[in-house]
């Protein structure tokens, strides 16, 4: 499996600051899932069940829902988690 770097902004790791975790996974649901292994409390703020509820950028690019499940990785992938933003 490709090793890759997950960005995790403050807004998710809050009272600590943002930082970067290494793991290793061929998908994007495989990361998100090894991050969830790494810092268990995560769960709760990354996915609802199977549901997403965070947005992912893959090397900067922005994935919608429907591709984070399928997209594969590779090595020196960076994805980065942002918080959804809603507003009225």
């Keep these: 499996m490709p090793a890759i770097t997950v960005g995790l902004p403050a807004a998710l790791t809050a009272p600590r600051p943002a930082h970067d975790v290494a793991c290793e996974a061929a998908t994007i649901v495989e990361a998100l899932r090894a991050l969830v292994a790494q810092a268990p409390h995560l769960e ?5 069940g199977d ?4 947005v992912v950028t893959l ?24 918080m959804p933003v809603a507003g009225g």
């Design 59 to 82: 090397n900067g690019k922005h994935l919608p829902p429907a591709q984070v499940k399928d997209t594969e990785l590779a090595a020196g992938d960076r994805l980065d988690i942002l």
């Design 51 to 54: 549901r997403l509820l965070v």
């Design 44 to 48: 709760q703020r990354i996915f609802y």
